[in-house]
């Protein structure tokens, strides 16, 4: 079928909607009408790669209706409403055998080379190949995709909210409450308030916490912070001595529970610092790939801590998913405020003009809505 599409064509161009030809969909795949899709940073670091393979169709947040199905597909049927996963998991190999399906590699050999997982597109334009983002492509009309990144919602679930959660919501929310585990009456800081971060406070919210220590170098973000549920935030360029605030706030012993967002090895050392002996510390904002984090080792043993990495939040889609939908449905999760402005497809390039202003706000997101 053909439809409109907002494609990148060249290397941080601005994204040309585009008339492309869209395949039906093979064994194990589902065509999917798209309701809305939301604009996330990482769709910008694909635009700015010089190894993103081009034409390709961006987008990796987003929710629809199923419209067809390929062969041997039996896991969700034409007329569903679908919240779409950019790691589908193959379910037979060491990890997802082991219950780690958010640490399958299946999907990241086609996910580079910008196909489904058979290794080969749906997507072409002009008579030419396209490619796919993240095996979703949620900028456009129809999509096809794995089955297993079509997670079925509850009845009645808002589109526009249901295409946040599997990205920022899901790998916040699960940081706090699958990674780290958060107890009911415990202390919680979260490093780095942007669409990871604000989830994970709302994770941490949902697990219960009493504590929720945001910290951040923005006050925007922690007065956000304090709407999502943060107790207490810390502006760690404005105090002298962050680890010290945030010990100061939980009887001089430091958090149970330390979440680093950022993606920087000096906050990471801060949140780790920031914890108490027996607590845990997720990472689960990225490093740069040859960086090094420097922690204090002397008595490393004597602490009891766990520092521990997260992919995805440690979520599971199947399950967390529809959990997050019914949170969200019974108003005990906020993804109305996390929404900066709908858009629709033509505008798209709006949202990629807001991550250069320093001035905007990052905790929440653009959509893209269809009629
Ligand atoms: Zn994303
Ligand atoms: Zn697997």
Redesign the pocket.
């Known amino acids: 079928m053909k439809m409109q599409a907002a494609v990148m064509t060249a290397v941080s161009n601005p994204l040309e909607i585009r008339e492309v030809d869209l395949a039906e969909p093979k064994a194990n795949e589902v065509l999917v009408k798209i309701k809305a899709t939301a604009v996330c940073h990482s769709d910008l670091n694909t635009l700015i790669d010089p190894t993103t393979p081009i034409p390709q169709v961006l987008g990796h947040e987003g929710a629809g209706v199923v419209v067809a199905i390929g062969p041997n597909v039996t896991t969700c049927a034409p007329g569903d409403e679908v919240a779409l996963s950019w790691v589908p ?5 060491a ?2 055998r082991a219950g780690k399906v958010n640490l ?1 590699e ?1 999907a990241f050999g086609p996910m580079f080379a910008g196909t489904l997982l058979d290794g080969t597109s749906r997507l072409s334009m002009d008579g030419g190949p396209c490619y796919h983002m993240s095996l979703l492509s949620t900028f456009a009309e129809y999509t096809v995709v794995p089955e297993m990144s079509c997670v079925r919602m509850p009845k009645g679930m808002d589109m526009v909210s249901a295409s946040m959660i599997g990205c920022g919501v899901a790998t916040g929310y699960g940081a706090a409450v699958r990674a780290a585990k958060v107890t009911a009456g415990s202390s919680v800081a979260v490093f780095g308030i942007g669409g990871v971060g604000i989830n994970a406070i709302q994770g941490a919210r949902i697990a219960g916490a009493a504590e929720i220590i945001a910290c951040d170098i923005k006050d925007d973000n922690l007065e956000t912070a304090k709407k999502f549920g943060a107790t207490h935030v810390v502006n760690s360029r404005e105090v002298a001595d962050p680890v010290e605030e945030i010990r100061q706030l939980t009887e001089g012993l430091g958090v149970e529970y330390a979440i680093d967002c950022t993606g920087s090895t000096a906050v990471g050392r801060m949140a780790w610092l920031s914890a108490r002996k027996g607590a845990t510390v997720v990472v689960i904002g990225a490093y740069p790939a040859d960086a090094e984090l420097k922690l204090p080792a002397g008595g490393f043993h004597r602490l009891g801590k766990i520092l521990r990495g997260s992919f995805y939040g440690d979520v599971n889609p199947f399950d967390d998913f529809p959990k997050i939908a019914r949170l969200y449905m019974e108003g005990r999760y906020d993804l109305d405020s996390l929404v900066i402005k709908r858009i629709r497809l033509a505008d798209i390039n709006e949202a990629f003009d807001a991550f250069h202003d320093p001035t905007a706000k990052n905790t929440g997101r653009y959509i893209v809505v269809f009629d």
Do not use: I, P, Q
């Open positions: 998991y193959c379910g037979t190999c990890f997802c399958c299946s």
